[in-house]
C-alpha cells in the first residue's frame, strides 16, 4: 500500500443545524479526487474527530470508504488519550473498511517516551490496520522522538510517521529514519516543502482541502528534487497557508470550505465559527486570488 504524495486530512461538513453534512462531504471527497489527492484522512483532528458521535464516526468513513471506491487509500483517525479506547477505535475503522490507521500521540496525558512506545506496539499489534503515527506536540503536550521513532519503526505494522514539528532539526532527524517500509509524511503545510525536498514521501495537509490541485503539485514538485519549481509552488500557496493561520484548526478552513459552498463554517464547540472580519475578509481573497489553481482541470 502505497500511502503519500498530496494527502488531504479532511476537514467533516456540518449542515446549518449542526448535523453531518454527508452530500458535502461527498462533494468534498469528489473535488479531492478530481484535483489528484492521492489519499485522504477521514476524522482525524482536521476532521473533528472528537466532537463526532459513536455512529457518527461510523456514518462518515463508511461513506468515505464507498465514495472513494478503492481509488486512494483511506486513512483514518483512530487515536485517543487511552491505548485500550485507540485499539477499540482502530478495530472499528478496520471494520469499515479503512486501509489505515492515523494514530496521534495520546494527548492531555502526557506519557514518557516508554509510554508513548508500549502504546504504539499495543495498537499496531491489537488494532487490525497499518499504523501511521502523528506527532503534534503543541496539541498534545508530548513530543514523540526521533529515538523512539527509530523503535517502533521496526515493527511491520507500522508504516509512518505523520510529523508535525516543521523545524529544520527535526526535518533531518526523521528524514535519517526514512526506508522502504517507513516513510516520513510532513504535517505541516508551512514547512511541507523543506521536508519533502530533504526525503519525505509526502504531506498530509489543511489546505489541500481548498485547493487540491494546487498542492498536488507542489507535491510533484518537491517529491522530484526540483527546488525552483517547488519554490513557485510554495510561494502561490504561502498567502493561503498563511491566512490558515488566523485561527486553530480547522476554525479557519471550514471557513473556507463553506465559501466553497462546502458546509457550513461553523465546527461544533468549544471551537467557534471564524467571525467577519479582517481575518476572515483576507481568506475570502487569498481564496478568490487562488480560483484557478482550486480547478481540477
Not at 455512529?55 to 488519550?81: K, S
Not at 494527548?107 to 516508554?114: D, L
Not at 500557496?237 to 461553523?266: E, F, H, T, W, Y
Amino acid at each position: 500500500m502505497d500511502i503519500s504524495g498530496s494527502i488531504t486530512a479532511l476537514a467533516t461538513p456540518f449542515a446549518a443545524d449542526g448535523s453531518l453534512d454527508l452530500d458535502a462531504f461527498g462533494r468534498l471527497l469528489d473535488q479531492q479526487l478530481e484535483g489528484g489527492t492521492q489519499a485522504v484522512v477521514v476524522a482525524g483532528s482536521t476532521g473533528e474527530s472528537h466532537f463526532l458521535e459513536h455512529d457518527e464516526y461510523d456514518r462518515l468513513l463508511a461513506f468515505a470508504v464507498q465514495r472513494v471506491g478503492g481509488r486512494v487509500p483511506v486513512v483514518a483517525g483512530t487515536g485517543e488519550a487511552g491505548t485500550a479506547k485507540t485499539i477499540a477505535t482502530t478495530r472499528r475503522a478496520a471494520a469499515l473498511g479503512a486501509d489505515a490507521a492515523l494514530v496521534v500521540a495520546p494527548f492531555y496525558v502526557r506519557p514518557t517516551q516508554e509510554g508513548l512506545r508500549r502504546h504504539f506496539l499495543a495498537v499496531a499489534d491489537q488494532g487490525g490496520l497499518p499504523v501511521i503515527l502523528y506527532n503534534v506536540p503543541p496539541r498534545t503536550g508530548c513530543d514523540i522522538s526521533p529515538e523512539t521513532l527509530a523503535v517502533l519503526r521496526d515493527h511491520p505494522g507500522i508504516i509512518g510517521v505523520k510529523e508535525a514539528r516543521g523545524d529544520a532539526e527535526r526535518i533531518r532527524a526523521v528524514a535519517e529514519l526514512i526506508r522502504p517500509d517507513f516513510v516520513y509524511l510532513s504535517g505541516d503545510d508551512g514547512s511541507a516543502p523543506e521536508a519533502m525536498l530533504a526525503g519525505a514521501a509526502g504531506t498530509i495537509s489543511v489546505v489541500a482541502n481548498l485547493v487540491p490541485k494546487a498542492f498536488r503539485e507542489l507535491c510533484d514538485a518537491a517529491r522530484s528534487g526540483d527546488a525552483q519549481r517547488t519554490r513557485q509552488a510554495a510561494e502561490r500557496l504561502a498567502p493561503l497557508i498563511d491566512a490558515l493561520n488566523c485561527a486553530p484548526n480547522p476554525i479557519p478552513v471550514k471557513a473556507g470550505l463553506a465559501a466553497l459552498g462546502l458546509g457550513s463554517a461553523a465546527p461544533r464547540l468549544p471551537l467557534v465559527e471564524l467571525e467577519s472580519g479582517p481575518a476572515l475578509a483576507r481568506l475570502h481573497e487569498t481564496l478568490a486570488a487562488l480560483a484557478p489553481l482550486a480547478s481540477a482541470a
